[in-house]
């Protein structure tokens, strides 16, 4: 199902971001699954999915994890960028400030910057 390549993988800890050294079993169980759709492959795994930003390009996908903790997905246009898993809730909020507001607010104005030339190219 996924591509759990260990570059991918990254932990969110004390403000940091670090290569994963190993994904959570979790993980693996529903990058291995047979189920075509992704968030329910996690669901079955016991991950909720709780939030989604991102509309035609970049998105951020977040799910609470069976242990307690968050992954963050982020996906360019294309693919999977990253797998960000952060085990702490302070930690948690801390990479939603420090790092996924700012993502977001780039992703939103590349989208309406898109958006706006589409309208301008668009025949009256």
Not at 2 to 11: F, P, S, T, V
Not at 35 to 52: C, P
Not at 66 to 83: F, M, N, R, T
């Amino acid at each position: 199902m996924a591509d759990i390549e260990a570059k991918k993988n990254l932990a969110y800890k004390a403000g940091e971001l670090h290569r994963l050294g190993t994904v959570p079993e979790w993980f693996r169980k529903a990058a291995a699954s047979e189920e075509i759709d992704w968030t329910e492959a996690l669901a079955n795994e016991g991950a909720e999915r709780v939030e989604q930003f991102g509309e035609a390009g970049d998105t951020y996908t977040i799910y609470r994890t069976p242990d307690g903790g968050y992954l963050v997905e982020i996906h360019d246009v294309h693919y999977d960028v990253a797998w960000v898993f952060i085990d702490e809730v302070f930690d948690y909020l801390r990479f939603r400030i420090e790092w996924l507001k700012p993502l977001v607010e780039l992703s939103d104005r590349a989208d309406k910057q898109v958006r706006e030339e589409i309208e301008r190219r668009r025949p009256l």
